[in-house]
Every structure is written in C-alpha cells, then in structure tokens.
C-alpha cells in the first residue's frame, strides 16, 4: 500500500517501477498511467469549469422563479439528464452535433501534435455530455438547500421589510444556503470520477478510464488495480475536501453535534 | 379520503409506462416479430415497414431485441435490487438493535466499502472474477447493499429507539422477532421509495456494465450490450444505438417519476394525509 502511494504522489520518473509492471505489455505502468492521468484531468478540470457556475447560476434562478413554467422546464430537465445514462446523451450528442450539423468530431482521440484549438474543439462533446449530468445533479441540489432556507423566520422578516425577492435570494439566503452547496459541489465533483470512465469510452478519449476498461477486458489485474487506486484518491479527496469545506464556511460544524 | 387516491399526471405517466415494459419483460417471447437472435436482413438498415426500427450490426431486427432484452435487463436490475435489499436491510436493522459494538464494526467496515465508486469497484472484482450473470448480480447486490444499510440503519435507530421496541424487549421477545414484527413495518415507507430509487441506480450500473462489456455477454439481448455492438453506427447517422439507450432512458424516468410521488407523500407531515 504505501509503495502504491509513493507511487501515485510522484507520478512518473523516481519511484516508477512501484506501480508495477502491465502483464500485457510488459511495461511499467506508470508510464502508460502518466500521460492518461493528464488527459482525464483535463477533461475533468473543464467539465468543471463548465458545470460548476451553470449549476449554481441555474439553481438559484430556479430557486427564485420557484413553481414558474421556467423552474418546472428545469426541474424536467434535470430529471432527464439525471436518469439518462451517460452513453444516451453522448450518442444523442454525437448524432446532432457531429452527424447531422457536423460541428463537432465524432470521436476525441487526442494526440500531442494536435494544437490547442484542435484539442478544444474534439473536447466540446464530451464535456458537454459529462457536465449535462454532474449539472443537473449539482442544480437540483442548489435549488433545495436555498429553498430550505427561505423557510426560515428571518427571510420572513426582510421580505416583511420590504426587501426585493431577488435581493433576498442573494443577499439574506444564498450566504446561508452556501455551506450545502459547497458541499454538494464537491460531492458532484466525486460522482464524474464514475461518469468519466463510461465518456472516455464513448468518445474514444485517451483517458485513465479507458486505459482501465481496456485492461478490465483483458483481465490485466495490476493496470486495473492502478487505475482503481487513482479513481479512489479522487474520490474519497473530494468527499474529504467537501467535508472540510462545510466546516470551514458553517462554523456550527466546528464542535461535534454531542447526542441529539 | 378521495385526497390521498389523488395520483399526479407525472406518476400516472410513469406507472403506464413502466406497465408497457414490464409487459413486454413477461410477453417477450410471445411479442416478438422476429427471432431477436438469428439474421434477418441487410446490416444497419434504417427504420422501414419491415423493421420498425431497423437492423443491428449483424442484421437482426433492433425491434425484436429491444423486446427480449427487456427482460434480461429490467430482470437483472430488479433480481440485484431485491437481493441488496435483503442484505442491506436486515444488516442495517441488525446493527440498530444489537447494541453499540455491532453497530460500530458494520458501519466501519460500510464506511470502507462507500470510499470507493460503484462502478470502479465492480469493474475491479470482475476483473478479477471474470464476467458471468451470477457474479455480475452479486457483486452490484453487495456493494449497493452498503448503500441500503446506510438508510435502513438511519431509519431503524429511529424506531428501535420507541417505546413499544423497549415493551418488546421486556416481553421477552427474541432480536430476530423484534427485527421482523417490530422495527421492519414501521421503517417500509421510507424503504420502499428507497427501493425505487436503487432500482434506478442498478439499472444504470447494469447498463453501463454491459455497454463497457463487462456486463451480459452476448448474444443474449441486453439494452446496455445492444448500445455497444451497434456504437459504431452512429458516426453513420445510423440510430442503431440510439434504441436500447432510449428504453433505458425511458425505464428509469419512469421509474422515476413514481420515485418522486413517493417520496412527495412521505414527506408530507403525518398529520396531513389525516387532515385531507
């Protein structure tokens, strides 16, 4: 165990031969792990840099327009992008925006050669198709932990003031309400490490997912080991990090909740 | 009383539809227009008269398949679902009533089980074991089954700590019976939009199983292997792929949306339901 994570802190070069040796192509595998370990990354960075913002900027105009045609049209949609598996959007993806209006390439196999805008452009689709999930879960999210709070007696009291519906929204309840949303972001983060595996498959993108899912059915056992090692870091480091976010921003947290 | 009968469109919409395809996981064979497994015509022809909704990669007909594959997949979902339940469930009362020390040893060892994703995890075992229907239901079973003890725990401290559970106890009653009669009627309505909700959540790792092909292995007719034999069609703009992930996608917002009644008249306060 401790060898394997030497391994994972140092990447690549020093400690390389700790991850061990693929059975298939007798290389080390950190070597192979490197490069998709960027890639993934990538991807993953931008799927958040879209989704994060949406997410919370649609939560909150859903939370404020609260019971209009605009809330409900988001509710469905984000139930639909919650219950589609990952394949169905991407191929539906694929089927408009490459196919029939030919925007897009089809497949994100990635080089090095490849410049900056070329990589950019094979990567819409895929992070589209993974931020269409983790959106949708992080929205309704945001939505209940602010409608939650505008339950409370002294949203009552500023609307009593007079205080602007939007104004209270931002002003007197996102502050509160921002604690659980942290928190749901950072477990949202959590949950693309799943859906990850099955996009880079979709898309041919050379990822760490795809790398483990091509070893899986090869039965290639330390690869998969590897892979499954560097998926639970990310994993149990973003619930760590939500955990440690929700008490840094809500103070109340900070003493443990001794018997109910 | 007319009040609590009083079943939102969106339920409705969804139990109708669950209807249809738990009718065809029944009726498959019986339904079918042609033999899902043998060629029947031309490879990847689009939707005609012939074949509604046109022939996969090796020319059998989509239609018949995504209908014999209903069972195969729902069934799947549904036989790893209730099997988690059962694990997940009596450990998570077990855990409730059996004192402080049982309680900490299962939920540590859950702990350990919940830092590590689903999929990755069974990805892992089935590496390891090899792919085959029975490990397949067994592995998803357990480790969702961490997943249910967390809200069967949840729900059964709560009850096991009402009065009539300390009357049962000094009655004399055994912790099975306890288990049975007393904490298990009374954690089932939380449970049973649990249930649903899992349900959902074992579909999807079946599906995305089979799609990543680790799942039912062909040729048996599965929706998620389906979407994977015909994945190369759609840079073709063939919709092959596009039939199985949709009944995929339509089982689980049904199931879905019955998930969301549920839920909404369980919230609800008790005292309402009486009230209308």
Partial sequence: MTRWCCATASGSGRCCTYLGQSLTTQTPIVEAIGPR???????????ALVSVPLAIGLGILSASREGTVLDRSLAIGALAAISFPEFFTAYLLILVFSVKLGWFPNLSTIFPEMGFWEALNAMVLPVVAL???????????????????????YIEMAFLKGVPRSAVITRHALPNAAAPIIAVVAMNLAYLVVGIVVIEVVFVYPGLGQYMVDAVAKRDIPV??????????????????????????NPRLRRPNRGR | MMARLRIPPTAIFGILVLALFIGMALFGPWIVPYDPDTTVGRTWTGPSAEFWLGTDNIGRDILSRVISGARTTIGLALVTTILSFAIGVSLGIFAA????????????????????????????????????????ILTIALLDSTRVYLVARAVAVDVASRDFVDVARLRGESLPWIMAHEILPNALPPLISEFGLRFCFNFLYVASLSFLGLGVQPPQADWGGMVRENGQAITFGILAPIWPAMAIAIVTVAVNLIVDWLLSRNTRPSGASAEL
């Fill in chain 1, 131 to 153: 931020a269409c999930l983790v959106t949708a879960h992080m929205m309704r999210m945001t939505r209940t932990s602010i409608l939650a709070v505008m339950s409370q007696p």
């Fill in chain 1, 224 to 249: 998969v080991q590897a892979c499954g090692l560097i998926f639970g870091i990310a994993f149990i480091g973003l619930n760590l990090l939500s955990d440690i976010l929700a008490v840094l921003v």
């Fill in chain 2, 97 to 136: 009533v059996a004192g402080p020390r049982v309680d900490a040893v299962l939920s540590r060892v859950v702990d350990m089980f919940l830092s590590i994703p689903v999929l990755i995890m069974a990805l892992i075992v089935l590496t390891a074991l090899g792919s085959s229907i029975p490990t397949l």
């Fill in chain 1, 37 to 47: 370990l960027v890639s993934t990354l990538r991807l993953a960075g931008l799927t």
